[in-house]
Structure formats: C-alpha cells, structure tokens
C-alpha cells in the first residue's frame, strides 16, 4: 500500500481597524511573543522576527500615501466573527510582502496596508491601526537583537537601512535579512 502525502499551506489573515494593544514578552518557554488583537504570535527564528520588522518599516514609509490625515477613512465595519488564534513563526522567510490601497480607490473608502510573511498576513484599515502594528514589531525584534548571541543589528539600524533602501528604490527592493545574515556569518 502506497502512502498518499498532501502538502497544506496554511494561511491566515488578521484583520485590526484601529488603534489596538500589543504587548511583545518572553514566554514560559523562553520565547519571545507577540500580543495583537485575535492572536498570539510566537517568534522562534530571528530572522522571522528580522523579516516582519523589516515589512512593518516598509509600512510605515506608506502611511503618509496610504492614510493622509487629511482623508477621512469612512466608518469601519466590525468583522461578524472573531477567532482567537495562536501562530508559531519558525522559519526563516526570505521577505516580507507590503500590499496597500489608498483610500481613494478603494470602493468602501476605506484604505488598508497589510503585511504578509509566509501564510500569515496582518492587514490594517487605519493609520492607528499600523502605527501600533510598527511598535508592536519592533518591539518583539528588539527582544532578538537585545540578545546578543544573533547577530542582529538594532531595531533603529534596521529601519534606518529600509528608509534608506525605499527612498533609493522604492518598495521591494530591499535586500533580504537572510541574504545578510549568510553574509555576517561567512565573515
């Protein structure tokens, strides 16, 4: 009898429409977690961890073009269901994804910029929304980079080369943290 494999992507999408809570902490395993609303996320690549800090800074050099203050975003609808999840992120991914629309275009009048790494997308509808997204992540990186024993460089050096590399190229082109990781360990 032949054994049958199927392969599975899991995908998984966390919707938040306004300012929110995140609290990044270590764990009763000594991992390092993050709090968002419906999930808890837990960090066990640096690299991960490298990669959604480096999609949250991509964000954030949107969110002038994303969500002008100046553009009321419309009245967000509460999703009908809400489901609690916890995602372990243990892989190394090669880079983050950054999808955005304007307000302007879209047909609710609402504008969103998410973040995707591998099956996990966390997709914001306000500006508040991604503002407390981008401290949430850079908060559970430091939690990495503060170790030490990584390599990593700090959370402000990090967005300091995304601002950098999107001013120069604009959005997806920034060289990937495992790329640079090799390298720092080939030296």
């Excluded at 998984?12 to 999930?39: N, Q, R, V």
């Excluded at 949107?62 to 419309?74: C, H, S, T, V």
């Excluded at 950054?98 to 969103?112: L, M, Q, T």
Aim: proline share 4%; net charge negative.
């Amino acid at each position: 009898m032949e054994t049958e494999f199927v392969e599975a992507t899991s995908r998984l999408t966390i919707y938040i429409a306004g300012e929110h809570e995140t609290d990044a902490s270590i764990g009763l395993t000594l991992i390092p977690l993050l709090k968002i609303p419906t999930a808890i996320i837990e960090l066990r690549h640096p690299i991960g961890a490298r990669v959604w800090w480096e999609g949250w800074c991509e964000a954030a050099e949107m969110l002038d073009r994303i969500f002008p203050e100046q553009i009321n975003a419309g009245e967000l609808r509460e999703p009908e269901l809400t489901i609690n999840s916890f995602v372990i992120l243990d892989d190394a991914p090669r880079r983050a994804k950054i999808r955005a629309r304007s307000a302007a275009v879209s047909p609710d009048g609402i504008g969103a910029l998410s973040v995707t790494v591998g099956g996990l997308t966390i997709a914001c509808a306000s500006r508040d929304a991604v503002e407390c997204q981008v401290r949430g992540w850079r908060e559970a990186y430091e939690v990495f980079a503060k170790d030490g024993g990584f390599g990593l460089p700090s959370a402000d050096e990090v967005a300091a080369r995304v601002r950098a590399d999107h001013a120069r190229h604009g959005v997806n082109e920034l060289s990937t943290a495992a790329e640079e990781q090799q390298a720092a360990r080939r030296r």
